[in-house]
């Protein structure tokens, strides 16, 4: 199979992750394996980082977190959504990956901003849209975000191939900068 990832903007991680699990339970380990191909090039002023915000009930406060979206380009499937969120009562960012079905789950998920250290963290859960795992975010791991490249996104396929798809850190600066001026 042949599979070219392309960056959409997703407006939630909820929404992102809607419609992915069926055409992932019959070709995850497939998809898995062929994700790490290129993404396609978007024009130069093209951001891929958006900024999301939402409230639940109408005294509750606003929710904003920055994310990027990878899709299957020929069927717009999700196979990767990287989402950076503020914890409003300390002010810290954590980082929550949503990754493809079709992994071996043991081995975790790992992170890496360019040629730097590969850090591994435990995927915590799954269910029928794929499988999540999430990392606090040290200051200075978000400042290795904002001067990197690309934050590469490590996985293993259920059959143990491992798994790198690279996620586009242009534009990344930008977009955190806004989502910390929202208050």
Known sequence: MTVALAQANTLGLGAAIGALWLILSVAGPALAEDAAKPAQPKPADANPWAVNCSSGAANTELQCQVSQNLTEAKTGQRVLTVTVRRDNANGSLAMLLALPHGLFLPSGASYQIDQGQKTTIAIQTSDQNGAYAAT?????????????????????????????????LAGFTAALTKLESIK
């Open 136 to 168: 606090p975010l040290p200051p200075e791991l978000v400042k290795a975000m904002k001067s990197g490249t690309n934050l590469n996104i490590g996985m293993e396929s259920v059959t143990r191939k491992p798994v790198t798809i690279p996620v586009s």
